[in-house]
C-alpha cells in the first residue's frame, strides 16, 4: 500500500519526501550535486543491481553545513539538473531536506525512519565521504540509523577502510557476497563496493566548467 506525504513547499520547489511503498528497499543518495555528473548515476545504477533496491533517491540539500557555500549554485537549479541528468525510471530526485529543521545528516536519516518505519533504507556514499565520517555531526547516529553502502573512488580506497570510522565499525562490515542482505540488515552495518571507477566529482566539473 502507498504511504502519502503531506505536501509542503519551499517557494515553488515541492519539498516533500516521494511517494513510496512498504516494505520497499530505497537508497539514499545525499549530497549538493553541484554539479550533478556521470559519477552519481554510476553509483546509483550500480545500487540498484548490486543491493536490489526498489528505488535511488537523490537527495539534493540546502548546502552542507561543513563545505563553502561560496559557488553553490540555487536548489531549483541543481534540482533541475540533476533531474536531467538521471532520465532514469527508479531514480527519484528530491529536495525534501530543504524542509525539515535541520541540515545534518543523521537528523533527515532518522526523521526518514520514524515517518517510514516499514521501509528499508540504505545510506549510499563515495568512499571519499567515509574517508572524512568522522568530522560529520554525530557520525556515530548515522552509522547506528540505517545500513550504508560505501562505493569505491580513485585514490580513497585505502583512506577510506583506514579511516576512524571504518575502525569503528570493521566488525559490522558486510561481505561482497552478501549485498543483497544490506538493505535487510539491522544497524549497524555497511559494505564497501567496487565499480569500475569514475574520476569525475562535482568540485572539478565547477573548475572546469562553471555551473550555471
Known sequence: MTITTTATSFGSLNVRPPLIAS????????????????GH??????????LELDRIW???????????????MDLRQRIDA????????????????ASL??????????????RFPSVDFVWLMGADNLATFHKWQK???????????????????????SSP?????????ITNRHAIRLAHQYPP???????????????????KVPFS
Request: glycine share 4%; no cysteine.
Open 23 to 38: 516494505g520497499q528497499r530505497i537508497g539514499i543518495l545525499g549530497g549538493s550535486f553541484n554539479p550533478p555528473h556521470q
Open 139 to 161: 557520525w556515530h547516529t548515522i552509522f547506528e540509523t540505517m545500513p550504508i553502502a560505501v562505493f569505491d573512488r580513485p585514490g580513497f580506497r585505502f583512506k577510506a577502510l
Open 101 to 114: 529543521p535541520t541540515n545534518y545528516t543523521a537528523d533527515t536519516l532518522t526523521f526518514l525512519k520514524r
Open 189 to 207: 552495518a555497511w559494505q564497501f563496493i567496487t565499480l569500475p571507477l569514475s574520476h569525475l566529482s562535482s568540485t572539478e566539473l565547477r573548475k
Open 165 to 173: 570510522a571504518a575502525q569503528t565499525y570493521k566488525s559490522r562490515r
Open 58 to 72: 537523490w537527495l539534493v540539500t540546502p548546502g552542507n553545513p561543513i563545505k563553502s557555500q561560496q559557488n553553490l
Open 82 to 97: 540533476a533531474t536531467e541528468l538521471s532520465n532514469h525510471p527508479r531514480i527519484d530526485v528530491t529536495a525534501f531536506e
Open 41 to 50: 548515476l554510476n553509483i546509483s545504477t550500480m545500487a540498484l543491481k548490486k
